[in-house]
């Protein structure tokens, strides 16, 4: 049989969110996507795979497999999602074609591994090791929010928020993940709140590595200080709008950095947003340079005046470094 090519699929943002379609429609598609060959003059060709190896593939039945093709097929307002056509000839496969593919339509798409897809299983009793398509659907959610959070590792939800997305109850969320931790294709940290930060692991390896910390000890669990309690909160709120005249329109301007800040506080990564705040501040306050996520941003000339250098190192200090004197 034909194995599952390496990489990532990219999977339409309108097809992984739909209601219309459910996740073994939507695994369907990508598994018809990865198996369509490379064309000789260039694009992709029709798949020639049957159903009944695509059933076995995911542990279900025939007609099960028909319903969900029968959606990719059914007309939609920008198209159908999959195309058939029967070669002439006696006993030849009808061969399926993945439409609306991103590559070619530009479509914002999530890239979610093709090894993932070797893991899923639709019938009652799934083996170990195996997720549900409902599952695999989150994860392939969880992979695009990541992705969207510039490639970051790690991202902050709730149950409530992962049910959402499958358009189902927190409880439905709640039991798709504990499929996937099982399965150890998201690492979840419990918060408190109620807040869960989610891992995705890239490969199996690490896959099965994080499968085997989850049945030995169980789910991650971390305690977090009150967020309304730091100091950085205070700051944000007190810090003058705009900081200085001449940054409004400059990359190293102070208040790009502190809505860097924030955005760390939404993600709940309070060290982060704390150190960049100090950071801030100390590079003000000299007149020097300050080192943000590797890079090295320049305040040497913004303010004009030794006044417009005091006020701005004061409005950042005051909050941000308690203890340093004022210039």
């Not at 029967?86 to 530009?106: C, F, I, Y």
């Not at 709140?193 to 049945?215: I, K, M, N, Y």
Request: charged share 20%; hydrophobic share 35%.
């Amino acid at each position: 049989m034909t194995a599952t090519p390496r990489g990532h699929v990219q999977i339409p943002r309108s097809l992984l969110h739909s209601p219309t379609h459910s996740a073994l429609a939507v695994w369907t598609w990508a598994m018809y996507e990865t198996l369509m060959p490379h064309g000789i003059g260039g694009g992709r060709a029709s798949a020639a795979a049957r159903r009944r190896f695509l059933a076995e593939r995911v542990g279900a039945s025939t007609s099960t497999l028909d319903a969900a093709r029968r959606e990719l097929l059914a007309p939609a307002p920008d198209g159908p999602y999959l195309s058939r056509s029967t070669p002439r000839g006696a006993k030849r496969s009808v061969l399926h074609a993945a439409l609306r593919r991103p590559r070619e339509t530009g479509e914002r798409y999530a890239a979610v591994p093709a090894w993932t897809l070797d893991v899923v299983h639709a019938g009652r009793r799934r083996p170990p090791g195996t997720i549900s398509p409902e599952a695999w659907r989150l994860h392939a959610t969880v992979v695009d929010r990541a992705g969207r959070d510039g490639g970051r590792e790690t991202f902050e939800t709730t149950v409530a928020r992962l049910g959402a997305t499958l358009n189902a109850s927190p409880a439905t969320g709640r039991r798709r993940l504990a499929e996937l931790e099982a399965a150890g294709l998201i690492e979840a940290t419990e918060r408190r709140g109620g807040w869960l930060s989610l891992r995705v692991s890239p490969t199996p390896d690490r896959a099965s590595e994080a499968a085997q910390h989850f049945a030995r000890h169980g789910r991650r669990r971390t305690e977090l200080p009150p967020t309304a309690r730091t100091p950085v909160l205070a700051a944000l709120r007190h810090l003058p709008q705009p900081l200085a005249p001449r940054c409004t329109n400059s990359p190293a301007c102070p208040g790009t950095l502190v809505n860097i800040a924030r955005l760390l506080i939404r993600t709940r990564d309070v060290n982060g947003a704390h150190h960049l705040l100090n950071a801030l501040f100390h590079a003000l306050r000299a007149h020097g340079d300050a080192v943000i996520d590797g890079r090295s941003v320049s305040f040497r000339h913004l303010t004009n005046t030794e006044e417009d250098h005091r006020t701005l190192c004061q409005g950042c200090g005051r909050y941000c470094s308690p203890t340093a004197p004022a210039p």
